[in-house]
């Protein structure tokens, strides 16, 4: 991934293993889009198929992922994966027919009609998208296991000087607990745990959860009522700094 001024390298999806890319690729080339088999992707993906979505962004999606082998090295904190991708665009509504009508995403929640949240799995969003006139990656986001995990890690980055820009704070539209740090790139980058389930799309309501505003939790259209967080810094309206790219330095407090 490039820094937060520029764009998305590209993007890849893990599809049912054992799935024929070579179907995947006709099934791609039926809706009008040019695609292409590609291998050795990355160290995990030894074959992919790949093609644009509509801003341009490569979406490589690939059936098997071989994982690497433990290091034996210990961790200072642990993350489960790379949970979600949020980026800036010009046009939501035609991203957001791409994304559900060609692959298969759901639309979880709408804030307004400028920022939505898509699903591909259990979790509540893997995708967001959110209307700018300056198309550009917003924030990349990291799973861990739960609150102690996201502990250390905001220790460890204070410990390296690297402090954090928005949060610990439970959102409202997905109900994580996220922190955001920018990393030396100044990508916004956001560690969550505790993301909304949505475990029967038959049922098509979330998991309940204790700290739910709505027992059952639907897919909604969020308006201006709809708090950030429900707790924690960012539960105003209005987050001074938030958008904020200076890095701030800090010196010892002398007597």
Known sequence: ????????????FQIAPGSDLGDVARDLQKDGLKCERRKGVSPGIAEAVTFEDPK?????????YQFAKPDGLP?????????????????????????????????????????????CNTDHHTLNFIIDDKP??????FEVLDWSEIHKAVDYLAHNKIHLVWGPGRHVIGHNVATYHRNADLV????????DQMKDEELGYFDPRPWHQEFPLYP????????RNYWG????RVIRGYQTNEIPSYEPIRS
């Open 1 to 12: 991934m490039r820094g937060e001024a520029g764009a998305l390298k590209r993007l890849s």
């Open 56 to 64: 341009g962004t490569p979406i490589d999606l690939y059936a098997e």
């Open 75 to 119: 961790s200072v904190f642990n993350i489960l994966k790379l949970g979600h991708v949020a980026y800036r665009v010009l046009d939501v509504q035609k991203i957001v027919k791409f994304y559900c009508d060609i692959l298969g995403f759901r639309v979880s929640d709408w804030r307004g009609d400028f920022f939505v949240f898509l699903r």
């Open 136 to 141: 550009q990656l917003h924030h990349i986001a």
């Open 188 to 195: 916004r980058v956001e560690i969550f745990t505790e993301m």
């Open 220 to 227: 909604k259209m969020h308006g201006p009522e709809t708090l």
């Open 233 to 236: 810094f960012g539960s105003e």
